[in-house]
């Protein structure tokens, strides 16, 4: 059985450049989920999955509705048939390195419950080919609302230094509680713009501080230019504090790696 | 009829800094709706919901379904009961502005349900106003949901990085899809933006009105929670948010 990792966090605070950087030293096979409708992890790790003749999640979506409509076909019961099947087959991008599924972004009106479920139906069906499956979250907290996953291993906080993050630490615990997520572990990470003195919120806050990801021009400089995060140099700045993080969490990193 | 104003962008782009320094510029009178669940708008204002006695969008909803659950005997349908508690329960009433918020969501489902119910009630309110801001969540869901489908002004905020800049396409593709009506698009930078990054905005075709100077005191004042209407006037990021929004003509 695979380990479920979620990464969860504000806006901006660095959930998807924290799994990026973090991609490389999970244990392979791994399955990398980006939730986003405003996709950002592909873009991060180079990935343009439309010139990969992949799908996403809504795109596929829209495909069979529309199908069906054609067809004069209705209702979820027929879709969920051929939902499995088509992200295995559509939407599911393949890497020596990791497969990856993104949620994409919709072109149609009305809110993305659909894909969501979509989404949360199938990752259980997955997690058992896999030896740890990472979830890359939309910015805010309706994706727990949603209970896209219910059952987590490391939920991973990302946090910017401001008093609405550490806020956020406590309405992630409030609402999951209430909703009955259930989680292994919850980890708080600052984001770069953490100093010693800002870090020391984060410590006292009772939840376990990892630490932060330490300052890195180049992470932006990549970003701006749409190059992929696993080109950083082994030695970056921001991948070495990424590798201490995890290693903190208990993760076992490979050798080589 | 109210001038409707909105902002959007990625995470952390800036939203709710940009309208929080706007709001102090807005002519009276303004409300100010924040559609974050993570409130952050009310906070940067330095405003305590429970403190001023008042409610979220969804505490108030929430008391109504469950009371509803209890067999309360409620003859008005929700929608309509929800409309007046709009008015009496959740609008803070400031001397500078109004503000609504939709509040945190402690109960398993969806935002559909608030959102829809603003959606539909915003019109109405903005009769009452000269200005309606509007901040967003962050992403793209609330286009797809056409919350405000009548736009005067929309403000993108844009962080220094090439996904900032595929938002920008992709964000206009949803809204001629969903059908939503702006008259004007604009762009603007947070303080991470420097010269060359500047160049890619006024690339794009669209209308860039410059960027949000940094300020220390911006980073300072939020981390401390302290309002952000206490900036003083000659503050690098008030003063170019007050250049921004002359530039949009809304001083």
């Known amino acids: ?257 | 009829m109210a001038q409707t104003i909105v902002t959007t962008g990625r995470g952390g782009a800036g939203k709710s800094t940009f309208v929080a320094l706007i709001s102090r510029y807005l002519k009276p009178p303004s409300l100010l709706i924040e559609l974050d669940p993570d409130l952050s708008l009310a906070d940067m204002l330095g405003l305590d919901f429970h403190k001023e006695k008042k409610r979220t969008v969804l505490e108030a909803l929430y008391d109504v379904v469950e009371g509803r659950r209890r067999g309360a005997n409620i003859s008005t349908t929700t929608h309509e009961l929800m409309e007046s508690l709009l008015w009496s329960d959740c609008l803070y009433e400031g001397r500078k502005f109004d503000l609504i918020t939709l509040g945190t969501k402690l109960t398993e489902g969806c935002l559909c349900a608030p959102d829809e119910l603003l959606r539909k009630t915003i019109p109405k309110l903005a009769k009452n106003y000269t200005n309606v801001v509007v901040d967003s969540p962050a992403g793209v869901e609330h286009l797809n949901r056409n919350i405000v489908s009548n736009i005067n002004d929309l403000f993108v905020i844009c962080d220094l990085s090439k996904k900032s800049l595929e938002h920008i396409p992709r964000i206009k593709k949803i809204i001629e899809a969903v059908g939503i009506k702006y008259s004007h698009f604009y762009l603007v930078a947070n303080y991470e933006f420097d010269e060359e990054g500047e160049k890619y905005l006024r690339n794009t075709g669209e209308i860039y009105l410059g960027k949000i100077d940094y300020d220390a005191r911006v980073e300072q004042y939020n981390l401390e929670g302290k309002s952000l209407l206490d900036l003083p006037e000659d503050s690098p990021a008030s003063l170019s948010a007050k250049r921004i929004f002359k530039k949009a003509r809304l001083v």
């Open chain 1, 1 to 257: 059985m695979g380990r479920v990792i979620v990464s969860t966090g504000r806006g901006g605070a660095g959930k998807s450049t924290f799994v990026a950087l973090a991609s490389k030293y999970f244990n392979p096979p791994k399955l990398l989920i980006d939730f986003d409708p405003d996709e950002s992890l592909a873009n991060m790790l180079g990935i343009d999955l439309s010139e990969k003749g992949e799908k996403t999640i809504s795109g596929a979506l829209y495909d069979i509705v529309e199908e069906n409509k054609g067809a004069g076909r209705t209702g979820y019961d027929l879709l969920s048939s051929v939902l499995e099947s088509a992200i295995k087959s559509d939407c599911l991008y393949r890497d020596a390195e990791f497969d990856l599924i993104a949620l994409g972004t919709k072109f149609s009106i009305g809110c993305y419950c659909a894909p969501d479920a979509v989404l949360k139906d199938f990752i259980p069906t997955v997690v058992k080919d896999y030896e740890e499956v990472i979830v890359d979250s939309p910015a805010g907290l309706e994706h727990f609302n949603r209970k896209v996953v219910v059952d987590i291993d490391d939920l991973f906080v990302l946090l910017d230094p401001s008093e609405k993050s550490i806020k956020h630490i406590e309405r992630v615990k409030d609402i999951t509680k209430e909703v009955r997520v259930n989680y292994g572990h919850l980890y708080l990470i600052g984001n770069y713009r953490f100093t010693k003195e800002t870090e020391e919120y984060l410590r006292s806050t009772g939840e376990a501080y990892l630490g932060k990801i330490d300052y890195d021009p180049a992470v932006k400089r990549y970003n701006l230019q749409g190059k992929s995060l696993l080109e950083l140099p082994e030695d970056s700045p921001a991948a070495l504090s990424v590798k201490r993080i995890l290693v903190k969490a208990g993760y076992k990193i490979g050798v080589g790696t």
